[in-house]
DNA sequence: TCTTAAACACTCTTATTAGGATGCTATTCT
DNA sequence: AGAATAGCATCCTAATAAGAGTGTTTAAGA
């Protein structure tokens, strides 16, 4: 299904992101079965996700992130963030469709 | 399969983090199907993500992440970050398994 | 203005994942 | 120290998503 195997930095990203799951679960006193119920997914989903598998869904995700009580992150994840008004300009000019420039090969 | 509905809260992050992508994007002059291309995954994913669908995996925002440059982000979402001393030593007295309070009820 | 193709909306099929066991290990807490 | 149970590993099947294809709309750019 997939041209290329998960490149390595991708990979450690998600183990990294698994590992900081299980620490804010326990930082809460949450076993892995509560967190799962209380997100209203199964304990397995909960256990791959912090062993960092990287099938899980966002929709999961963000289940977790929300009992966590650290949805936020996830909806900022990709904010440019601060300097509200000037990327707003910035992105009025933004097109809507992007066209490949009409050299041969363009990806 | 799903006990709960998926919360509106994250509903919404999920859409801001779809229009972020879609966003970031345009940002680098790509198309849809040219990030998928260099994703390695569908153009169709591409767009169901970028649409805020919920459904897609980790592995696919990982992937596009790391194509737009932005792949730091996704590892240091949960990052407690800065205080890395502070938390260290915080977390080695935290337990690798949590028991439920001998209550009865206890989730 | 007019052409091209980017983005969207579907549908269908196949591949993949989530969930539900079960058994095992080892950590907590009494 | 010992009992209770959290967390892990694995298997199986039903549920779901990814990919591929087709047609349509509409913005970009010549």
Same mark, same amino acid.
């Given at each position: 299904?997939?041209?290329?195997?998960?490149?390595?930095?991708?990979?450690?990203?998600?183990?990294?992101?698994?590992?900081?799951?299980?620490?804010?679960?326990?930082?809460?006193?949450?076993?892995?079965?509560?967190?799962?119920? +209380?997100?209203?997914?199964?304990?397995?989903?909960?256990? @791959? $996700? =912090?062993?960092?598998?990287?099938? %899980?869904?966002? &929709?999961?995700?963000? +289940?977790?992130?929300?009992?966590?009580?650290?949805?936020? @992150? $996830? =909806?900022?994840?990709?904010?440019? %963030?601060?300097? &509200?008004?000037?990327?707003?300009?910035?992105?009025?000019?933004?097109?809507?469709?992007?066209?490949?420039?009409?050299?041969?090969?363009?990806?």
């Amino acid at each position: 299904m997939n041209r290329y195997p998960l490149p390595e930095p991708a990979t450690r990203a998600i183990a990294k992101l698994g590992r900081d799951i299980s620490l804010a679960r326990r930082r809460r006193r949450l076993s892995q079965a509560s967190l799962a119920d +209380r997100s209203g997914i199964s304990v397995n989903t909960v256990r @791959r $996700l =912090e062993k960092g598998e990287p099938s %899980g869904s966002i &929709e999961h995700l963000a +289940r977790i992130l929300h009992v966590l009580g650290e949805l936020k @992150r $996830l =909806e900022t994840l990709l904010d440019t %963030g601060t300097d &509200e008004i000037g990327l707003l300009m910035m992105d009025e000019g933004l097109p809507q469709r992007v066209r490949a420039r009409q050299s041969k090969g363009a990806l």
